[in-house]
């Protein structure tokens, strides 16, 4: 909307028209512009911009106005230019995909009739007419009401093959899917765990919502398990390395009688006690520092405190995290124990 001084309006908006000609599906959509001023009525005038043509096969052919060249919007249209612009084919992100409101008095070719049409919000109707006449798994969520699912085929280019079998069965069990996102990423979860994509049981659950968050958590539990084991794969090559920097510290143990404070002796460990202790000792490729020195303090039942690091080269420690990188009640008496130790592990550096 454009607004001067003198109170001028100015908007723009599309009209879109179904029809028909000579068998052929039509859909015509108008460059509508209002133009008033305050205290004076509003005058209109209708430009026809696009024309997009469709056989009972879903060829299709545009005709359109030519548009303003070097404009950074794609609308800027020279009226009275209508022309051919493509003939008898089909190209994804078709440019002059435009359309507005549908004025209600339409009219649709017999097949499209037969195929149940009726336009769905946010859908283009020559995308969704199109959809009807050339793939059967379009006409059928047309005719089962399922046109969440079929808005979601159309607008995201989701081809349904893969999940087709889960789509009759809710279709068979009466079962509505009202978000098709939703929907859809429930059921690709369903498969990345191996669960039945074919049991009304998972693929219509009561509450979608509830479904869809319980099975995307567990989803990225198993692929967080899947990249720490191809992490893992990929560390133990550094397995070698390891052992000879740091195999002369394995016999290291300081102890109070209360808390046993050793190295770590593997990748592997590394491995663990990240996972455990939900730390970057293991994905910051701790393993992997010539000058540092990483131990594990735990009790003597075996249940783990904190994790340490020494600095090899001055001899101090550089940190010491437990869970989660908070310091446990135990920090203070960690730190002191492994400093009163220092001198031993200056020892086993001299070997």
Known sequence: MERSRRQ???????????????????????????????GSGVDYTFNEVVELWLDDKGA???????????????????????????????????????????????????????????????VVPHEQ???????PMAETLQKAG????????????????GHWHAVKIAIRNNYRVD???????MVEGLGALGLDTHNAHY??????????????????RKRRAERRLADLYKARNYEADYRNAKSKFFGLLITDGRINIRPLQSVEEFEEEGRTMHHCVF???????????????RTIEGKRIETIEVDLLHYKVLQSRGVNNINTPEHDHILTLVRNNMSAIKKLVAI
């Open 283 to 297: 994905s910051g490729g701790y393993y992997k520092l010539e000058h540092s020195l990483i131990l594990t303090a």
């Open 179 to 185: 978000d098709a996102s939703m929907w859809v990423d």
């Open 60 to 122: 299709e052919s545009v005709i359109a106005c030519s548009r303003m060249p070097f404009s950074y919007f794609s609308d800027i249209w020279v009226y009275g230019t209508l022309s051919c612009k493509r003939r008898d084919g089909y190209v994804y992100g078709n440019p002059y995909m435009f359309y507005g409101a549908i004025y209600p008095r339409m009219q649709v070719i017999p097949i499209l009739k037969r195929n149940g049409y009726k336009p769905l919000d946010n």
């Open 203 to 220: 693929v219509c659950p009561v509450d979608l919502k509830e479904a869809h968050d319980r099975i995307t958590e567990r989803v990225n």
């Open 146 to 161: 399922q046109l969440e699912l079929l808005a979601y085929m159309i607008n995201r280019r989701w081809r349904a093959n």
């Open 8 to 38: 001028k309006i100015k908007e723009k908006s599309y009209l879109t028209l179904l029809t028909t000609c000579n068998g052929m599906q039509v859909q015509r959509t108008f460059d509508v512009v209002a133009n008033g001023r305050k």
């Open 129 to 135: 007419m199109r959809a009807l006449l050339t793939d």
